[in-house]
C-alpha cells in the first residue's frame, strides 16, 4: 500500500533467548542482525516472527511475549520510499538446529551471551529489543 508517497511495510521478527544468550545473525556485510522479515498476504504478525526466525536462523521459536515495534523510513536503491514498522517478540527455541540461510545474506547463526549481543548489534532499535527481552527474561528466571 502506498500513503503520502511511501510504500508502507510491515515485518516481525524475533529475540530468541536460550540459557541466557541471545540468537543474532551474521550478514555477508558482517553487520550482526536479529531475525526479521515482511509479513505475507493475510499473515499475522506472530505467525510472520515465528516464519522468519525459522527461515532465517533454522531455528523453530515459540513466543513468550510481544516486545513492541519500531517504526523508521528508508529509501530502497530504486528511490522508493518506504515507512515501516517491525513487530519483535521474545521467543524460545523448541529445536537449536541453526542453519543461516545464505540466500537472504546470512552467514552465521550464533547465540551469544547478552553483555556481547547487545555490543555487535548496529541499529539501536534492535539493542532496545534486546533489552526488553533480557528484562523479561531476567524476570522470568527469578519466578
Do not use: C
Not at 516472527?49 to 527461515?55: L, N, P, T
Amino acid at each position: 500500500m502506498i500513503i503520502g508517497g511511501f510504500m508502507l511495510e510491515v515485518s516481525a521478527g524475533g529475540v530468541v533467548i536460550h540459557n541466557g544468550n541471545f540468537l543474532l545473525l551474521k550478514k555477508f556485510s558482517n553487520e550482526w542482525v536479529l531475525p526479521k522479515g515482511r509479513l505475507e498476504d493475510n499473515e499475522t504478525k506472530e505467525v510472520a516472527a515465528v516464519r522468519e526466525v525459522q527461515e532465517e536462523s533454522g531455528i523453530l521459536g515459540k513466543i513468550v511475549k510481544y516486545l513492541g515495534f519500531v517504526k523508521y523510513d528508508y529509501q530502497h536503491n530504486d528511490g522508493e520510499k518506504v515507512k515501516k514498522t517491525v513487530h519483535y517478540f521474545y521467543m524460545e527455541p523448541e529445536d537449536l538446529s541453526l542453519n543461516p540461510q545464505r540466500e537472504e545474506g546470512f552467514v552465521e547463526a550464533i547465540f551469544l551471551p547478552y553483555d556481547k549481543a547487545i555490543k555487535l548489534v548496529k541499529h539501536d532499535a534492535e539493542r532496545n529489543m534486546l533489552k526488553s527481552a533480557n528484562y523479561f527474561y531476567e524476570k522470568r528466571k527469578r519466578k
